[in-house]
């Protein structure tokens, strides 16, 4: 099926540790997203890539860092994780950006628990 | 105060009852509305999606936006035990506001057989 591909599922890592979520699109996709998800929150906007080659900021950056590999691939680094970043991490993409008339295409999920 | 209000809920009704899932919103600028479907262990899929005010139906659901009250509404009418799931409202500005889209905490809905 088309859509969004977010790896791992699931990842239980220790304070200081760091990882990549990896996500990929196969819907020719201009703009690709990373929001997380906590209980109470709604889905808070991570960074951004509004084309192929360029990323930015979102409203909760810190501790994250980003690469759009290609059109295709856009890629979150958790550099030394932290319990405050345990959460449901999502990735999305648009055609255009902001995603207003035809919505994001979000991926599953991945559950992050840091410990 | 967050920018988007949304009840929690949970909501529970009767398989065939009319729901009314709403937000409230304090930004005037948000000209793009957007209802999202989530079910557990999943991603948001849209649902609906309308621009500036009215109402919008698409079979069972009809999305109705009042900027005046700056209050959005989501109706299902002949809800189906398929239909549990959070809905999320989501809003935007549109390029005035970078294009940034705000989502609201969701409400769960559970309807019973």
């Known amino acids: 099926n088309a859509g969004v591909t977010q790896t791992p599922k699931f990842q239980v890592l220790k304070t200081g540790q760091s990882m990549t979520l990896q996500c990929a699109q196969d819907?020719?996709?201009?703009?690709m997203y990373w929001y997380r998800q906590d209980p109470g929150m709604g889905l808070r906007l991570i960074y951004y890539?509004?084309?192929?080659?360029?990323?930015d900021k979102g409203e909760v950056p810190n501790g994250y860092n980003v690469s759009r590999l290609n059109k295709r691939e856009f890629s979150l680094r958790l550099e030394s994780a932290a319990p405050s970043q345990t959460s449901v991490y999502f990735c999305?993409?648009?055609?255009?950006?902001?995603?207003?008339?035809?919505?994001?295409?979000f991926g599953s999920g991945t559950r992050l628990t840091v410990v | 105060q967050k920018e988007v209000e949304q009840d929690p809920g949970p909501l529970s009704v009767p398989e065939g009852a009319i729901v009314s899932l709403n937000c409230t919103y304090s930004?005037?600028?948000?000209?793009?509305f957007m209802w999202y479907r989530q079910y557990s262990r999943k991603g948001p899929e849209l649902l609906m999606y309308?621009?500036?005010?009215g109402n919008k139906e698409d079979g069972r659901f009809t999305a109705q936006v009042d900027k005046s009250s700056k209050y959005i509404s989501l109706f299902i009418r002949d809800s189906q035990p398929s239909d549990s799931a959070t809905y999320l409202c989501?809003?935007?500005?549109?390029?005035?506001?970078?294009?940034?889209?705000?989502f609201g905490a969701g409400t769960r809905l559970f309807v019973k057989a």
């Open positions: 999305a993409s648009s055609e255009g950006l902001g995603g207003q008339r035809d919505g994001y295409t």
């Open positions: 819907m020719n996709h201009n703009s």
């Open positions: 890539s509004a084309s192929e080659g360029t990323t």
């Open positions: 930004n005037s600028a948000f000209q793009y």
């Open positions: 309308t621009y500036s005010s």
């Open positions: 989501a809003m935007s500005e549109g390029r005035t506001g970078g294009f940034k889209t705000i």
